[in-house]
């Protein structure tokens, strides 16, 4: 692989990164919504799908025949999707609240606000090296070109 290969690996990975994290955003900025417009229920948390990029060249394809099947060469990373939570909503009782049911609770997002600090430190920490990744490979680049005009 290439430096420029690592570094088109890096940029998916910020890309996604960049996506998870304005899913946690969406999530702890809903965290109250009881009705989404055009729907009658609660917002859900949402989380991103993400997926490898294998590499595809005739190369790739013959070790994979050949050889061990978890043995892959990673070209990248994809988000794929956005995945609705199915854990249960948070019921709290509020008779006087406009969404109450005939039993007076109200249904609140699935969202756990710790879940999604944490969600929040990982993205962070993901993207930090990411970056860290980016730099070091900058730096061979350089070194080798500085290298090549001596």
């Known amino acids: ?9 890096n940029a998916q990975g910020l890309s996604v990164q960049r996506k998870r994290m304005q ?18 229920a609660p917002y859900r948390r ?9 590499r595809s060249d005739f190369e790739a394809h013959l070790q994979r025949e050949m050889g061990d099947e978890h043995d892959e060469e990673i070209m990248g990373v994809r988000a794929t999707a956005i995945q609705l939570d199915d854990s249960p909503m948070r019921m709290q009782y509020e008779p006087a609240h ?7 609770y109200v249904a609140y997002p699935n969202v756990n606000p710790a879940v999604e600090m ?13 970056i860290s990744s980016i730099r070091a490979s900058r730096s061979m680049i350089d070194q080798t070109i500085e290298m090549l005009r001596t």
């Open 1 to 9: 692989m290439s430096l420029y290969g690592a570094i088109n690996i």
């Open 23 to 40: 899913l946690v955003a969406s999530n702890i900025a809903n965290i109250s919504t009881t009705r989404v417009p055009g729907e009658d």
């Open 46 to 54: 949402r989380e991103l799908i993400v997926e490898a990029i294998p």
């Open 98 to 104: 406009p969404h109450a049911d005939e039993n007076g």
């Open 118 to 130: 944490v969600d929040m430190v990982g993205i962070q920490r993901s993207y930090e090296a990411n």
